[in-house]
């Protein structure tokens, strides 16, 4: 009993320094990102360096404001994030309600090819993405992004609903047909409510892949109008001179959406990542 006791307090400890440490080399980033965008450009540059700030300043917050275009990035981001996770939400909504519950010729390789679709490397996709977006006159557009994006979100949320509306009882959706409800009206009163933390897993997935993506953000828009947070950044950077206090208070400020939408439906998103891992 007491060399089980002890093997079990040496794996909590294992395991509980593991976690110690994953923590320290998650948060130190942020912490980075943070202490640079308070420094004064004599604690950043040079033998003065330091880790800590020894007089703390938002200037550079100041300058990322009054000398940048920031804003736009991030209403530019905003209106992409936002517009990709509504058209994945309904896009991937009804697909996968198709492939989970009707019955027609090429259902499995339509879903096999959701996932082969997914696995696509971007860097093979924006030559031919970029072909069509020109032809199109979609380059240099919020629309024109948007569409890119569906790309790669469309496929994954479709697969995650696909498999969690598999996991609700079809007699419950019999019950509301036989009562008189359509398909779609089965859909959105009976499958929808019981799925909302798939559903919050898909938007939080769109929303953060549409939020962070660079490649196509940097091939497709040109403009300042245009551009987003993700590309944007690079603009701090002139030939060898790197602005590190705008560039680190730009990047924690673009950090802070996602973080905060994770906190906001954390309880969602964690049961539905369990719930699709278990019933999936």
């Known amino acids: 009993m007491r060399t089980v006791s002890g093997g079990r307090r040496a794996l909590k400890w294992i395991g509980n320094t593991l976690l110690a440490l994953m923590l320290v ?22 033998f003065e360096a330091t880790l800590v700030p020894r007089q703390p300043t938002l200037q550079n917050y100041v ?22 996770t509504l058209a994945s939400l309904a896009f ?16 499995g390789l339509i879903a096999r090819g959701l996932v082969f679709t997914y696995l ?8 031919p993405l970029f072909a069509v977006m020109s032809a199109l006159r979609l380059v240099d557009t919020h629309h024109g992004l948007v569409l890119t994006y569906l790309s790669f979100t469309v496929p994954f949320c479709t697969w995650l ?14 019950a509301a047909l036989v009562d008189g ?17 798939a559903l919050a897993v898909v938007a939080f997935f769109a929303f953060t892949q549409s939020w962070n993506e660079f490649l196509y953000a940097n091939v497709f828009v040109n403009s300042v109008e245009v551009r987003t947070v993700t590309t944007g950044l690079t603009l701090f950077i002139v030939e060898d001179v ?4 705008p560039m680190m208070g730009a990047s924690f400020l673009s950090a802070l959406p996602p973080l905060l939408l994770y906190l906001v439906f954390q309880r969602w998103v964690v049961k539905g990542l369990t719930l699709g891992g278990v019933k999936g």
């Open 25 to 46: 080399w998650t948060l130190v980033p942020f912490y980075w990102m943070i202490a640079t965008s308070l420094k004064k450009d004599k604690e950043i540059y040079g």
């Open 161 to 174: 609903l696909m498999g969690y509306f598999r996991s609700v009882p079809i007699e419950l959706e019999e």
């Open 181 to 197: 409800c359509t398909r779609l009206g089965s859909l959105f009163r009976v499958i929808l409510p019981m799925s909302l933390p």
């Open 242 to 245: 790197f602005f590190w206090g």
């Open 63 to 84: 300058r990322l404001f009054d000398k940048t275009p920031f804003v736009k990035y991030l209403r530019n981001s905003t209106i992409v994030a936002v517009g990709n």
């Open 92 to 107: 991937a909504t009804l697909g996968a309600y198709a492939l989970a519950r009707l019955r027609f010729r090429g259902r």
């Open 120 to 127: 696509v490397p971007p860097a093979l996709l924006f030559i």
